[in-house]
């Protein structure tokens, strides 16, 4: 038994399916929300610490971000590699938080880390690799 | 009254080419008119820098002692065409590495040779009398490459679609990460800084116009691939141009990875951002009044790539304006938008671009052949099943 504390990001348009059923029922995972901020069609957040086996864990976060939800476990940052990105924006595309956005005048690529979940959407979505996770050990 | 090219040669010349950027023609031609702004400048920068997959780069090796004629090249592990003469092979942008998969392809190692790294060439032949050697196994660099060209056979889109998933799940394709639900709309396009939206009727863009390509001077070499003149008329107003490209040709050894990036788009593969900058000659009043497009003018079609098929429906028309806004109202909801191709570095290509015409660096080139007027979109067809 593991026990892991996420921060779940829920696009507007999957606030409304039942997560939480799929947790208990497809991963047995028990869970205990702390804190949740969900509205219908509006964008919402679920922090929850999720008790099960380290497969079902990472099963169930898998099932999320393949649903569009992000997650944030609490132990690593994200860096983005100033050199290398190019401001195309495709990173934007799927951050869930707004973390990553473009300066609507200079159109280069802001990353507000107050902001950033670590979903780490990002990372696979950047063409060029110029996003990066930081783990803490 | 008319301008000619070799008007505006001379004018470059001599240093006082009155030059300006495809976004600062808008203001001027607000304040003071398309006439009065086509009598004043001589010439607006256009540029773009976005994913291009039809991309590539023909290289000549060099011959080897004893010479070989290559049938199967592989660089870096990347397969080249090898069904040209003995050592002259072709390296397309979207080939992927036979060992790393979706993570290198052509356009990798093309950035590779041109930041000057060594690329490892593996060759094999049937062997002949001629060409005796059966393979080889070395390293080539940029600089000892007899000839390495980019020849990219479509690039700068004139106008793309705007991207977005109705179903529901995650799906990941050459326009992006597209979330499940229409969680997002992506777009690729520098709008009202795009070359061929800027002369969309191909005034003074022709085969044979000289250009910005990856960081050096290229050429148009002919119409681009799947190339077709196609504008539809958009309510409240303005026109929606797309489908004209251009087939673009230059030095790769001169070029920079600054404006010539490999990129690796998630499970669909490997692409190359391409830089590309035109400079449209202020002929007339006409050509004038085609620069001062803007993005509120400027339509495209939210398209929904989740249909797995050649004509993927459209959920509705929307203008470059609003995409750049960050979001737009899809079957009644809010979706976020985000661009794909980086306008941030299309104008620092387009002030490049400006900033050697007026120093006399970058003369025009009057195109030597129009573009077609009367190309199909034909397709494929499968073979009738009996
Ligand atoms: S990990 Fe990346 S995509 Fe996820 S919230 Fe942070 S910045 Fe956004
Ligand atoms: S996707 Fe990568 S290169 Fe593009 S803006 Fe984001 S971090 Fe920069």
Known sequence: ?137 | MGKTFDEINEKIRQGNAVVVTAEEIIGIVEEKGVKEAARQVDVVTTATFGPMCSSGAFINFGHSDPPIRMNKIWLNDVSAYGGLAAVDSYIGATELSESKGMEYGGAHVIEDLVNGKKVRLVAKSHGTDCYPRLDIDTDITLKDLNQAYLFNPRNVYQNYNAATNTSKDIIYTYMGTLLPGCGNVTYSTSGELSPLLNDPEFRTIGIGTRIFLGGTQGYIAWEGTQFILDKERVDPEGTMYAGATLAVIGDLKKMSSRYLRAASFERYGTTMFVGVGIPIPVLDEEVMAFLSVQNRDIYTNVVDYSVPRRSKPSLRKVNYEELRSGSIELNGKTVQTAPLSSLNRAREIAALLKGSIEKGEFFLQEPIQAMPKDRGFNPLKDRAVK
């Not at chain 1, 919402?44 to 079902?56: A, D, I, P």
């Not at chain 1, 690593?76 to 590699?81: A, E, G, H, L, S």
């Not at chain 1, 401001?87 to 595309?93: H, M, Q, V, Y």
């Open chain 1, 1 to 137: 038994m593991k026990k892991l504390k996420v921060i779940l990001y829920f696009p507007p348009e999957s606030t409304d399916k039942p997560f939480t059923y799929h947790l208990v029922k497809d991963f047995d995972i028990v869970f205990n929300i702390l804190q949740a901020e969900v509205q219908p069609g509006k964008r919402g957040r679920l922090t929850m610490e999720l008790q099960g086996s380290e497969k079902n864990i990472e099963e169930a976060l898998e099932f999320a971000k393949s649903h569009g939800i992000g997650y944030r476990p609490f132990n690593k940052n994200i860096v983005r590699n100033q050199g290398e990105c190019m401001d195309c924006g495709a990173c934007t595309a799927v951050c869930p938080s707004g973390a990553l956005y473009m300066d609507k005048k200079s159109w280069e690529l802001i990353f507000d880390e107050s902001k950033c979940l670590l979903c780490e959407l990002c990372i696979k979505a950047c063409p060029v690799k110029a996003i990066d996770v930081n783990m803490f050990v």
